[in-house]
Nanobody, 123 residues
Framework: QVQLVESGGGSVQSGGSLRLSCVAS????????MGWFRQAPGKGREGVAV???????NYADFVEGRFTISQDNAKNTVYLQMSSLKTEDSAMYYC?????????????????WGQGTQVTVST
């Protein structure tokens, strides 16, 4: 049984930082991509960043160099380091795993999802 468990969310002030973690278990064959998505109330789920098994990364335009995705294969963990947070970054953040795709930002391409961790950024 595949499980993705996120942690690290919380409430911070604008300009602050958070590091999200996603621990994966049950992935007997490593998926090609591990991604972070987010969903704010009333909005669709959008891709934030993705990392491939070879370490290749992609980011959404709105990240603007503020976030870094990384992975520790020994710990089966993917991280999202977020800095210079803005109020518009407030959302539920989800970890996802799936095969490689040119459309890494499309949620429908991912097979497994975590339950999410809430990020709230206040002024």
């Amino acid at each position: 049984q595949v499980q993705l468990v996120e942690s690290g969310g919380g409430s911070v002030q604008s300009g602050g930082s958070l590091r999200l973690s996603c621990v994966a278990s049950g992935l007997t064959n490593e998926p090609a991509c591990m991604g972070w998505f987010r969903q704010a109330p009333g909005k669709g789920r959008e891709g934030v960043a993705v990392i491939g098994s070879d370490g290749t990364t992609n980011y959404a335009d709105f990240v603007e160099g503020r976030f870094t995705i990384s992975q520790d294969n020994a710990k089966n963990t993917v991280y999202l380091q977020m800095s210079s947070l803005k109020t518009e970054d407030s959302a539920m953040y989800y970890c996802a795993a799936g095969p490689v795709s040119a459309y890494w930002y499309d949620p429908s391409g991912y097979l497994w999802w975590g339950q999410g961790t809430q990020v709230t950024v206040s002024t």
